[in-house]
């Protein structure tokens, strides 16, 4: 969705901050103050968008928790073991997918709590509609086959990020 031609499927990002600015301005009307930010709470395919909107908007996002997001949260890095990481596996073409740069200042400002089942075999990264076989083709041999498997890796790049991040892997 944040490359395609098809209007209506086009940037679900940026359709969520015009519904959230459209609730903001209702609410100021009616006297509510608001707070700039949101919370994001997903899990699974909401665990995915909510996980991408925040390295997209993080200026946006007063905390996040991702659930089982997909099989993989997004790297907040451009390379991983001298392999690059595109969008979404991580952020090496962000400013040609999304027309900006990760703002991994205002990133380490949002805490995230990124959470796992044990045993949770559902991931997104085998199938055509969330990662593209480019994508899977680098990610299941350098990553891991299963999303238990890349947990570790993942927990790593966000804490190297200095992000404020807290994995659990629960049983």
Avoid: C
Avoid at 12 to 36: S, T
Avoid at 59 to 82: L, N
Avoid at 136 to 148: A, D, F, H, N, S
């Amino acid at each position: 969705s944040m490359v395609t031609e098809k209007n209506e499927y086009a940037r679900p990002d940026l359709q969520l901050i015009a519904m959230i600015d459209d609730a903001r301005g209702r609410l100021k009307g009616e006297g509510v103050k608001m707070d700039k930010r949101v919370l994001l709470n997903g899990f699974s395919a909401q665990g995915m968008f909510a996980n991408r909107f925040t390295f997209l908007h993080p200026d946006r996002v007063k905390a996040a928790a991702i659930g089982s997001p997909g099989g993989w949260p997004i790297a907040p890095a451009a390379t991983y073991k001298e392999k690059t990481l595109r969008y979404p596996i991580g952020v090496a073409d962000l400013k040609k997918v999304s027309g900006k740069e990760l703002d991994l200042k205002a990133l380490r400002t949002v805490p995230l709590f990124v959470y796992l089942g044990d045993k949770d075999d559902n991931d997104s990264v085998v199938f055509g509609d969330s990662y593209d076989d480019e994508d899977r083709e680098l990610m299941l041999p350098l990553l891991g086959q299963k999303p238990v498997d890349r947990w570790e890796t993942a927990r790593t790049l966000y804490q190297q990020a200095g992000l404020i991040a807290e994995f659990k892997l629960y049983p």
